[in-house]
């Protein structure tokens, strides 16, 4: 006997034995292919229509949101991003901030609105730390009239129709995927955000007319391996040393391609250690804090041979000083509608502190703020992206942007601890 299983793979060699028996095979057999088929079919439409975005972290799918409702051409929105978007000073600017729940995102905006721009934020409130933190940065930015919209920076759709509404004349991208060690457990999310996210954005900037001039977030991370210190703008930056640096490195060079083929004007930012109030609670400062008030011990890294590890940590209002700076010094894009006319600025700026400390000492700052002994627990640094030491020149961004940080740790920590124990108290409710 001939079974199903056994017919040959060329359809029309498979001969049906004419036989009743044969017929009611042959009928269970289609019954059963259309079931399966409808199955899969169904699972296709799960899949492609029915799946939450493709972001890992995304809580809700705002692409598909600002597709399928109307919620995005609604009058009430405009009428909201335009008067977010209204200029309130003489020379001022209208900003598009994408990532303006994130921690730079909230300060640059809210300085920006405070001397007279147009502030339009962006942000797709994902779960990368606690959503709440992010949702309190937003009723702060709208107290100062700052609407956020949410949404992601691979909604093509969404960027397009913000500009529709608003000519934007400056964007501030500081949205991202951050976190160096975090690559490693969920590298596509970097992807997605950095890379992606970074692609979604320049297309729609450079088809926009006017084109915006563009500030963006890069890093001190991409410096990687390079032991020349201290960093300076000249030096390779060939040899990160973990995914999320190759994402910035990557955006670096995707800054060049849109500059040099559209003639955008793109100011790269690269970023040492940012700390301060409403910081993210992903970095050490931050859960060090949580942790030693908690009465947990903390992890203290330090490199072979007990080398101490460093950073150069920069304090959040040096930071926002340095992007409004770089926004007030941007030139005009030379393009339009997707047509280079001419050549564009194109510049990458170190803004740190040029004062690294080490990690233990920073420690030694939380505890006489806290007024805690931390329970110190010291290892090695582990191989999953961290660099021993940064240390930035600053010496371009001074000449060019008159950039010139002023909040050693010491002061900066004590702003942090405030704001800190004022938001969380001191012990029972803590940051996630
Ligand atoms: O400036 C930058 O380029 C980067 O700064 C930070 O990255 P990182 O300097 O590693 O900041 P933290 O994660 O807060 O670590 C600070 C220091 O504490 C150390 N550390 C971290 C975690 C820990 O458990 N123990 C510990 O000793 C790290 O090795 C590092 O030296 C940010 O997380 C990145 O998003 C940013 O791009």
Same mark, same amino acid.
């Given at each position: 006997?001939?079974?199903?299983?056994?017919?040959?793979?060329?359809?029309?060699?498979?001969?049906?034995?004419?036989?009743?028996?044969?017929?009611?095979?042959?009928?269970?057999?289609? #019954?059963? +292919?259309?079931?399966?088929?409808? &199955?899969?079919?169904?699972?296709?439409?799960?899949?492609?229509?029915?799946?939450?975005?493709?972001?890992?972290?995304?809580?809700?799918?705002?692409?598909?949101?600002?597709?399928?409702?109307?919620?995005?051409?609604?009058?009430?929105?405009?009428?909201?991003?335009?008067?977010?978007?209204?200029?309130?000073? $003489?020379?001022?600017?209208? =900003?598009? =901030?994408?990532?303006?729940?994130?921690? &730079?995102?909230?300060?640059?905006?809210?300085?920006?609105?405070?001397?007279? @721009?147009?502030?339009?934020?962006?942000?797709?409130?994902?779960?990368?730390?606690?959503?709440?933190?992010?949702?309190?940065?937003?009723?702060?930015?709208?107290?100062?009239?700052?609407?956020?919209?949410?949404?992601?920076?691979?909604?093509?759709?969404?960027?397009?129709?913000?500009?529709?509404?608003?000519?934007?004349?400056?964007?501030?991208?500081?949205?991202?995927?951050?976190?160096?060690? /975090?690559?490693?457990?969920?590298?596509?999310?970097?992807?997605?955000?950095?890379?992606?996210?970074?692609?979604?954005?320049?297309?729609?900037?450079?088809?926009?007319?006017?084109?915006?001039?563009?500030?963006?977030?890069?890093?001190?991370?991409?410096?990687?391996?390079?032991?020349?210190?201290?960093?300076?703008?000249?030096?390779?930056?060939?040899?990160?040393?973990?995914?999320? #640096?190759?994402?910035?490195? #990557?955006?670096?060079?995707?800054?060049?391609?849109?500059?040099?083929?559209?003639? +955008?004007? +793109?100011?790269?930012?690269?970023?040492?250690?940012?700390?301060?109030?409403?910081?993210?609670? @992903?970095?050490? /400062?931050?859960?060090?804090?949580?942790?030693?008030?908690?009465?947990?011990?903390?992890?203290?890294?330090?490199?072979?041979?007990?080398?101490?590890?460093?950073?150069?940590?920069?304090?959040?209002?040096?930071?926002?000083?340095?992007? +409004?700076?770089?926004?007030?010094?941007?030139?005009?894009?030379?393009?339009?509608?997707?047509?280079?006319?001419?050549?564009?600025?194109?510049?990458? /700026?170190?803004?740190?502190?040029?004062?690294?400390?080490?990690?233990?000492?920073?420690?030694?700052?939380?505890? $006489?703020?806290?007024?805690?002994? #931390?329970?110190?627990?010291?290892?090695?640094?582990?191989?999953?992206?961290?660099?021993?030491?940064?240390?930035?020149?600053?010496?371009?961004?001074?000449?060019?942007?008159?950039?010139?940080?002023?909040?050693?740790?010491?002061?900066?920590?004590?702003?942090?601890?405030?704001?800190?124990?004022? /938001?969380?108290?001191?012990?029972?409710?803590?940051?996630?």
């Amino acid at each position: 006997m001939k079974h199903i299983d056994c017919a040959p793979s060329t359809p029309g060699k498979f001969k049906i034995e004419k036989s009743p028996y044969n017929r009611l095979r042959l009928h269970s057999y289609l #019954a059963k +292919l259309t079931f399966w088929s409808l &199955v899969f079919l169904g699972l296709i439409y799960l899949f492609f229509y029915r799946s939450p975005s493709s972001s890992p972290h995304t809580t809700s799918d705002p692409s598909r949101r600002s597709l399928r409702s109307s919620f995005y051409r609604d009058a009430n929105f405009k009428k909201t991003v335009r008067a977010s978007a209204k200029i309130r000073s $003489r020379n001022g600017i209208s =900003v598009l =901030v994408t990532g303006a729940a994130g921690f &730079v995102g909230t300060h640059v905006s809210a300085a920006l609105k405070r001397r007279g @721009d147009g502030v339009v934020g962006l942000d797709n409130f994902n779960h990368y730390y606690d959503p709440s933190l992010k949702k309190a940065r937003q009723a702060l930015l709208e107290r100062t009239g700052v609407y956020i919209v949410e949404g992601d920076i691979n909604d093509a759709s969404l960027l397009k129709k913000l500009f529709e509404i608003v000519p934007f004349t400056h964007v501030m991208h500081l949205a991202a995927q951050a976190g160096v060690r /975090y690559a490693m457990e969920n590298p596509s999310s970097y992807v997605h955000s950095n890379i992606a996210g970074l692609v979604s954005l320049l297309e729609v900037c450079k088809e926009a007319n006017p084109q915006p001039s563009i500030v963006w977030a890069s890093s001190s991370s991409v410096y990687g391996l390079n032991t020349k210190v201290p960093f300076s703008e000249r030096d390779r930056t060939d040899q990160p040393a973990s995914l999320y #640096a190759a994402t910035k490195k #990557a955006g670096e060079e995707i800054a060049h391609t849109y500059n040099h083929i559209y003639g +955008l004007s +793109l100011t790269g930012l690269r970023f040492f250690t940012v700390y301060g109030p409403w910081g993210r609670p @992903d970095m050490a /400062y931050f859960f060090f804090t949580r942790d030693m008030l908690k009465g947990k011990s903390i992890p203290i890294f330090e490199g072979a041979n007990h080398g101490t590890v460093a950073r150069d940590f920069t304090y959040i209002d040096d930071i926002v000083k340095g992007c +409004l700076a770089a926004l007030d010094t941007a030139e005009k894009s030379t393009g339009s509608g997707g047509k280079k006319k001419g050549p564009a600025q194109l510049r990458v /700026y170190n803004l740190g502190n040029t004062s690294p400390v080490p990690v233990s000492d920073l420690v030694s700052i939380l505890e $006489r703020l806290l007024k805690v002994k #931390a329970k110190r627990l010291v290892m090695k640094l582990p191989r999953n992206g961290d660099v021993q030491f940064t240390h930035a020149n600053i010496s371009l961004a001074l000449r060019e942007l008159g950039y010139k940080p002023t909040t050693d740790l010491q002061t900066g920590l004590k702003k942090f601890a405030r704001w800190y124990l004022s /938001y969380y108290g001191s012990g029972k409710k803590s940051a996630q």
